[in-house]
């Protein structure tokens, strides 16, 4: 088990003592470790490089433009939260991935189509100099893909401690003084906890007797937090949302998050939902429809990956309106999504979503939202914010030992807490969270809104 926190005094004049939790600085390069090298992790990297280059702005990123009010409105303090706390600089992090295909990032990038030509050009050296470490990669898990450039092992411990090797290599060759490793790989089909996610021990067996509940992400997350590296989970599979996961974190010190980048309809849906709530408008259902042409939508045409996602997206709607509290407004929504995969639209998805509310006196009214997005667009900036605040999170005593980060919520369509805990998905709630956690961390006062001190 983790130590406990450690934590330094500070003392204002209106509170006797604040803790401020020791935070070690960001000193030297931060190793970025992405298994799946797809459109969203090749959209992050070429995006921080062009960034790095004065090429582009990070707009979508909190730690980039973010700011953060502290104390009280008339102080007229609101630092930017990358000045606020000591956050990595864009300018250290180093990179590398696994893909069972062995396109380089550049490659990769032009093949998912998401960034223009003369923009990756001007970037091109740095992304083709990262190619992927052969991945973990079994087709059981993700049927519609066939890549070759994959690990072979006797069993799934053979395979991991190939990947603690890949994690060793790269901390050396890179000289990367952290680690995070953050999964952009394809969404696996849907499996459910068994006996062998329960403990450290159970898991180790069943690597050895190859059991089909491991699924190639899993195997990943073992290896990092073996090494005592964060992990961040980008799709809806369970990956380190289990019990074996959750005790490794917590001993290793390597904080965990997940699962599934809150991104497009869902982003929508949890801005939206709240607004309805919070008025008590009433709902009678809600159908969502996707059409995406990228190589994400093509394997999530395969029902046992596309059943890991609807899962993912249709738990949002229920916990945002509480139809238990609130059975005449909610009690007999009707939630449909489906996922179409369409080539024409490559990653440029197209949402629709039709929304039937209801109003005084049982009125009915209907809102269509139609969002012509960009999928990667819309993740990238998850995938930098997540990657730096996990790595606070490892270097501050007072969260490296807890596990699960649920101040990160705001970045998940299903977010992962303590166990016997629901998940809050309200967008404003989880803002509110993650910097309150912040300020927390600093000793700051707490942001309640309440604001009756100004007229007294
Ligand atoms: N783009 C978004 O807005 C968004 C939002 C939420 C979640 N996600 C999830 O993020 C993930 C990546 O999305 P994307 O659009 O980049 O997809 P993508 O298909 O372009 O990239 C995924 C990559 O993962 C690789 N891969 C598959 N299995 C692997 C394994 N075992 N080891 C290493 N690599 C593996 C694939 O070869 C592919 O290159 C998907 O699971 C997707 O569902 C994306």
């Not at 998912?112 to 973990?136: C, H, M, N, T, Y």
């Amino acid at each position: 088990m983790a130590a406990r926190p450690k934590t330094a005094q500070k003392t204002s004049s209106k509170t006797a003592a604040i803790k401020i939790a020791e935070i070690q600085p960001a000193k030297g390069k931060l190793g970025v470790m992405i298994p799946g090298m797809g459109a969203v992790a090749t959209t992050f990297v070429a995006g921080v490089e062009a960034v790095r280059k004065r090429l582009a702005s990070p707009f979508g990123s909190l730690t980039q433009m973010g700011t953060i009010r502290l104390g009280k409105r008339t102080d007229g303090r609101s630092p930017k939260v990358k000045e606020f706390l000591p956050l990595a600089a864009l300018d250290d992090l180093v990179f590398t991935g696994w893909d069972p295909f062995d396109d380089d990032m550049y490659t990769a990038a032009r093949k998912a189509g998401v960034l223009e030509r003369e923009l990756l050009d001007q970037v091109k050296p740095f992304l083709s100099s990262i190619k992927p470490r052969p991945a973990v990669f079994d087709r059981n898990y993700v049927k519609k893909l066939d890549g070759h450039h994959v690990k072979k092992g006797k069993n799934k411990m053979e395979l991991a401690e190939q990947l603690r090797a890949d994690i060793q290599d790269f901390k050396k060759n890179s000289g990367a003084a952290r680690l995070i490793t953050i999964w952009c790989g394809s969404t696996e089909i849907f499996l459910q906890p068994t006996g062998a996610h329960q403990s450290l021990k159970a898991f180790e067996k069943a690597m050895q007797t190859n059991d089909e509940a491991i699924a190639p992400s899993m195997i990943y997350a073992y290896a990092s937090l073996m090494e005592g590296v964060p992990f961040a989970n980008g799709a809806p599979n369970l990956t380190v949302d289990l019990p074996v996961m959750h005790e490794l974190s917590r001993k290793n010190e390597a904080p965990i998050c997940g699962k599934d980048f809150k991104t497009g309809q869902t982003l929508m849906k949890t801005i939206l939902a709240p607004g309805f709530k919070a008025r008590l408008l009433g709902l009678n259902g809600w159908f969502s429809t996707n059409i995406l042409g990228n190589r994400d939508g093509e394997v999530l045409d395969d029902p046992g990956s596309f059943k890991t996602k609807e899962e993912s997206k249709l738990s949002v709607l229920e916990h945002i309106l509480q139809p238990d509290l609130y059975p005449d407004l909610y009690g007999k929504m009707s939630h449909v999504v489906r996922i179409n995969y369409y080539p024409p639209r490559g990653d440029n998805k197209e949402g629709w979503d039709n929304i039937d509310i209801f109003g005084w006196l049982g009125y009915p009214m209907q809102i269509k939202v139609d969002f012509l997005c960009r999928d990667s667009i819309l993740a990238a900036p998850i995938v930098l914010d997540l990657i730096l605040f996990l790595d606070l999170a490892k270097r501050t005593s007072e969260l490296n030992g807890i596990g699960i980060q649920e101040w990160l919520s705001f970045y998940f369509k299903s977010p992962m807490t303590a166990p016997g805990l629901y998940p809050e998905h309200d967008l404003f709630i989880q803002l509110m969270k993650l910097k309150n956690t912040l300020r927390h961390l600093k000793g700051e006062e707490l942001i309640t809104h309440l604001g009756l001190e100004y007229y007294d």
